[in-house]
């Protein structure tokens, strides 16, 4: 019995392994990548920031795209806005509270081609300890390229919009003109630069 019960073991492994095999893990280079936000600000303009710690792969099938995965974890006090009490006032329970919850984290659920190379991901996304699912506008990959030191790299961009008060980041301020100091849409905008080691 427990023959046999090896035996499949070892087929269901070898199947699976030329499908493992395709995909490729890539780590996000945070030195040469940008995880940016953008919210309105007193109805009149917008103010940008981003966060400067954060960490990921990205497992990319290329033989079967819409079999590959990504998984991001964000230090939740790297926001930068680069205004130091706007800052700080993010990181306090009226905002993200990190104290509380350190982390804003992505986990991919599923990848659908759309027109031109472009890709629909659709996902989990955890702030303030509260997740989503959200879909992430995604550029085509580009192709791999060798940097200096033998590292292969390629790169994507991507975009979303989420509503700040789905995360429980509900503070604001009422104006005397009408509406409100800071805006519930958020737009999210990555620039994203994958690494991959050379082969031992």
Known sequence: ????????????????????????????????????????????????????KYSGIVDINDKEITKSTVSVTIDASSINTNVQKR????????????????????VSKKWTQASQGALKVTGDLTIHGITKSVVLNVAPFSKESKDPWGNLRRGTSASTTINRKDYGLVWNQVLETGGVAVGEEVNILLDVELVKSPSK
Request: hydrophobic share 45%; net charge neutral; charged share 15%.
């Open 87 to 106: 800052d700080e006032h993010l990181r306090s329970a009226d905002f993200f509270d990190t104290a509380k919850y350190p982390t804003l984290t992505f």
């Open 1 to 52: 019995m427990r023959k046999n019960i090896t035996r499949a073991l070892l087929t269901v492994a070898i199947m699976a392994a030329p499908a493992l095999a395709t995909a490729t893990p890539w780590s996000i280079d945070s030195d040469h990548s940008n995880v940016g936000f953008s919210v309105s600000h007193l109805m009149v303009s917008h103010v940008k920031g981003n966060f400067n």
